[in-house]
């Protein structure tokens, strides 16, 4: 009955074994992980080192490297919308010779804010009567044509703001060569140079653009 004890003791001496064993494999983990993490400082200190030395470098030789530009402004988000003022349809008898023609024209003005459009208002009696007298110097093959509208939309832009005391000069046309040929021709006496008169800075026009908005000749 004395032996029973034995494998009791044996038990209890590799119990500590094992602790032993699992202490070590915990503090082998441990210093992995020590390892490990040290090992990737190092890395970054290393490679913070290189790029410090590299700008360094560059910033002696001159050559640093440029900031990096601003992103580019994005579109304004609360622009103010475009500013429209449609007039009367405008009818009108053309200047045709050969027959009686008329012209039935819808014009919208597209103005620079809501300022300038309450300010045209006051003066539209006036702004009317001046597109008439434009309209009715026209002739219906001038108005079929594009160049001819495009033409028209110009003036209609000059007399819209002429009754506020706006004068925008219409930029004059130069003659052709073989007209100037001609006349060199014609008089081949030496002729005083002219002076050339300076043209006056180009007053802003609050009108922008000129819209039409329907455009019936019969």
Do not use: C, W
């Not at 140079?193 to 908005?213: G, I, R, W, Y």
Request: proline share 7%; charged share 30%.
């Amino acid at each position: 009955m004395a032996a029973a004890p034995a494998p009791v003791a044996e038990a209890e001496a590799a119990a500590p074994k094992k602790g032993k064993k699992k202490l070590i494999i915990i503090i082998a983990a441990v210093l992995l992980v020590v390892m490990a993490g040290g090992g990737a400082a190092v890395f970054m200190m290393k490679k913070k080192a290189a790029a410090e030395a590299a700008a360094a470098e560059a910033e002696d030789s001159g050559d640093a490297p440029a900031e990096e530009a601003p992103a580019e402004h994005k579109k304004d988000e609360h622009k103010a919308p475009p500013v429209f003022v449609p007039l009367d349809p405008f009818v009108v008898n053309l200047a045709d010779r050969d027959a009686e023609r008329f012209a039935q024209i819808g014009v919208t003005l597209q103005v620079e804010d809501a300022k300038f459009a309450e300010e045209i208002k006051l003066y539209m009696p006036a702004v009317r009567n001046g597109v008439l007298m434009v309209l009715a110097h026209k002739t219906s093959k001038e108005l079929l044509e594009r160049s001819g509208k495009e033409k028209l939309a110009a003036e209609i832009m000059r007399e819209s703001v002429r009754p506020m005391g706006i004068n925008i000069v219409a930029e004059e046309e130069e003659p052709p060569a073989d007209a100037e040929a001609a006349d060199a021709n014609a008089d081949e006496k030496p002729k005083a140079k002219k002076k050339k008169k300076k043209k006056a800075p180009a007053e802003h026009n609050p009108v922008l653009s000129v819209n039409f908005s329907s455009f019936i000749i019969q």
